[in-house]
């Protein structure tokens, strides 16, 4: 099949799989190489939960690279900076009192997407307000990006679904644009982007949305997130990475599930449709 053959049927892989998803599904496929894109309601706001963490990392190396923020530093954890829901961090410390350098707050952030690291790393660079003027400098349309996970645990204790303005959000399509700069160092210099990658790629959580759709053994550096159920849907499962493919060739990937009824494996396996997918297009 030739390449004009198989990039046609990933375009009505992905519209299908979209149109039957079990809730909103959002979708942005970009090639590195080519700045090709493929995209299913690539415009519309969706919630990030823990997709936000992303930025808040680019915002942490990128200050570094300036030497205006120190990875170095240590950071301490009282009991009033434990964070509900996922926190290893505050399920080793329940009482506080240690402390860790912001780039070991960054490597809990990614890998095990910490909440306690989280805010403790947004706190140090400014809080929400920073990420977001990072993003607006650096012309990535499409975020909003106004709340720590406290301010997210607070809102799912309220039944403050997205829709009533709870989460912070953005488009498939400023997602893909997001990592699109981190694969072309647009925002970080190569040790800091190559750091950044790697940690990616070494997410323990996610392993079953867009990851198990590609091959065991394939590269790929992302940061899934999933955020409370109200009234029985789910607000958001999500996933967006980079795939690098054998021959070198980059593939973004995003998928951001929204408003969805369907218990957990289900909507994970519908992010894995979409890998299933993009591989199938780029790596025949």
């Known amino acids: 099949m030739s390449e004009t ?4 049927r990933l375009r009505r892989d992905l ?4 149109a039957r998803a079990p809730g909103r599904l ?18 519309e706001a969706f919630p990030l939960a823990s997709v936000a963490k992303v930025p808040i990392a680019l ?10 923020f120190d990875l170095d530093e240590r950071v301490e954890i009282g009991t009033s900076d434990l964070r509900h829901g996922v926190s290893p961090i505050a399920a080793a410390h329940p009482h506080g009192g240690v402390s860790y350098t912001n780039a070991e707050l960054l490597r809990a952030m990614l890998i095990d997407s910490d909440n306690t690291a989280s805010d403790a790393l947004l706190r140090e660079l400014g809080g929400p307000g920073a990420v977001d003027a990072f993003l607006t400098k650096a012309n ?19 039944d403050l679904t997205f829709a009533r303005g709870g989460d912070n ?9 997001l990592l699109l700069g981190l694969a072309t160092q647009e925002f970080t210099h190569l040790d800091s982007t190559n750091e950044l990658l ?18 065991a053994d394939a590269d790929f550096a992302h940061k899934s997130g999933t955020s409370a159920t109200f009234g ?33 494996a289900t909507r994970e396996a519908t992010l894995a449709g979409v890998a299933r997918a993009v591989y199938r297009a780029y790596a025949p």
Do not use: C
């Not at 990535?140 to 309220?158: C, H, M, N, P, Q």
């Not at 959000?169 to 644009?177: L, R």
């Not at 958001?236 to 593939?251: E, K, P, S």
């Open 5 to 8: 053959a198989r990039f046609a």
């Open 26 to 43: 959002g979708i942005a496929v970009v090639d590195v190489r080519q700045y090709s894109r493929f995209t299913a309601r690539g415009d």
């Open 59 to 68: 915002v942490a190396y990128r200050r570094a690279d300036q030497r205006t």
């Open 169 to 177: 959000s953005a488009t498939p399509n400023a997602v893909a644009n």
């Open 232 to 264: 029985g849907a789910t607000d958001a499962t999500n996933d967006a990475g980079i795939l690098t493919l054998a021959d070198g060739r980059r593939v973004i990937v995003v998928a951001l599930l929204g408003e969805s009824r369907a218990d957990l």
């Open 15 to 18: 519209a299908g799989i979209s």
């Open 198 to 215: 790697q940690l990616l790629s070494e997410t323990r959580t996610g392993e079953h949305g867009l990851r198990a759709g590609f091959p």
């Open 140 to 158: 990535v349309a499409g975020f909003d990006i106004r709340k720590s996970e406290a301010d997210l645990y607070a809102d799912a204790a309220a």
